[in-house]
């Protein structure tokens, strides 16, 4: 079983490069790459191309603007940032005061180890140091100085830092309903002057409500893909055990006849192998279906637990539109409904004792349930019944 550190490193990990992600881009599917690599992937392609997910196949188009301007995964990026930064330093680890590093470089002195790290200006402190941080004479008022320990990444992952796209130096502090995104001050009483808007931190809450429960319910649609994935597992070894005892049915008849009929023997044991062939194709389109079914769904799940215990109100504001049309499109597709149905293969053995006829070993039949409305499998079935009729028409040549 994986540990909390494996997964967590997995997800913050390109599926394309094996490596952490770089200036993470994000896809309509939520599945997200590193910009090189969707570079890379896509060179040959040009601006208002349909192109596949190089995860769960689904298409979208380019923009016209380039791979450039597909979203960032801020989400991703902000855990990066808390990853590869010296942001959280747990209390079991050592780190100097930044401010008395600063004064005994010159002397050349030892630092103080800190014991506080204050919030708005990022750096660690020693306790005495940080006292002018809390004082209300700093600039913008007393600064949030905490002691380091395991809690502060916490508290600094849902520390407000999210900035508005239109007013750089201000932080997000609302979400409009109508618009679904968050903004500032400065948005909402200008075009968002008519718009229902509120706190996100008050919005987040009915979100993650909303994302839990899309949550659950991909999770029980991955036990029932999981289900009928080894369902089909079992009907494809089955019909294979089933292949195997006609193939055993038509030897024996053949070692029952002469030479003359060894070329007819043979070319029934090809058409078995054809169809056998042909189900295993079946086969493998229905579990295609149900690997990437449970690729997009598992996907879904790692990226809104993820979202659900490290994001930030504003990540899961960001985010929460999109992954709840997501899970809506998600439990729309069944892929459920496509079952592998094996034909039934048969062998009826012929009279031997009517050498003068050609048919002396018998004929190979094929039967299996239709499938209404799913077009490849109907398709499939034709050419099955098409290789079924070749086969009794040679039988009675």
């Not at 208002?48 to 689904?58: I, L, S």
């Not at 830092?161 to 109508?178: F, I, N, T």
């Not at 931190?201 to 999981?226: E, G, P, T, Y």
């Not at 279906?289 to 799940?301: K, N």
Request: glycine share 4%; charged share 25%.
């Amino acid at each position: 079983m994986d540990t909390a550190s494996s997964a967590a490193r997995r997800f913050i990990t390109c599926t394309v490069c094996q490596d952490e992600f770089d200036n993470p881009k994000s896809l309509p599917c939520l599945h997200t790459f590193c910009f090189k690599c969707l570079q890379s992937h896509f060179k040959d392609k040009c601006p208002g191309d349909e192109v596949p997910c190089a995860v769960c196949q689904k298409e979208f188009m380019i923009p016209f603007d380039g791979l450039c301007s597909l979203d960032p995964n801020v989400f991703i990026q902000q855990l990066l940032d808390a990853r590869n930064k010296p942001t959280y330093v747990l209390s079991t680890e050592t780190v100097s005061c930044q401010a008395c590093l600063e004064v005994n470089e010159q002397n050349e002195g030892s630092s103080t180890a800190a014991t506080m790290y204050c919030v708005d200006c990022g750096e660690y402190l020693c306790k005495r140091c940080s006292r002018p941080h809390t004082r209300t004479t700093m600039k913008g008022g007393a600064h949030k100085v905490r002691p380091l320990g395991a809690e502060l990444e916490q508290e600094l992952l849902w520390a407000p830092g999210s900035y508005c796209d239109k007013h750089k130096d201000r932080q997000v502090e609302l979400y409009c309903h109508d618009c679904n995104e968050n903004i500032c001050r400065m948005c909402s009483d200008a075009e968002h002057l008519q718009h229902e808007s509120e706190k996100i931190s008050h919005v987040a809450k009915a979100f993650l409500l909303q994302i839990d429960s899309d949550s659950q319910q991909i999770w029980a649609q991955m036990s029932n893909v999981r289900e009928k994935s080894g369902e089909n597992d079992q009907k494809q070894l089955e019909f294979l055990r089933n292949v195997y005892s006609v193939k055993a049915e038509i030897k024996d008849a053949g070692n029952e006849v002469t030479r003359i009929v060894d070329n007819q023997v043979a070319m029934q044991l090809d058409e078995v192998d054809m169809i056998k062939s042909e189900d295993e194709k079946k086969a493998e389109t229905v579990e295609e279906r149900y690997q990437l079914a449970l690729v997009a769904l598992e996907s879904f799940c790692a990226y809104s637990r993820e979202l659900l215990h490290k994001g930030r109100p504003s990540d899961v504001t960001g985010a929460a539109v999109e992954l709840h049309k997501r899970a809506t499109e998600l439990m729309n597709n069944d892929v459920t409904s496509v079952q592998y149905r094996p034909p039934h293969v048969t062998f009826t053995p012929a009279d031997v004792t009517q050498v003068k006829r050609l048919n002396l070993t018998g004929k190979v039949t094929s039967a299996t349930e239709k499938q209404p409305g799913k077009i490849s499998l109907l398709l499939f079935m034709h050419n099955v019944h098409c290789v079924s009729k070749n086969v009794q028409l040679f039988c009675y040549l």
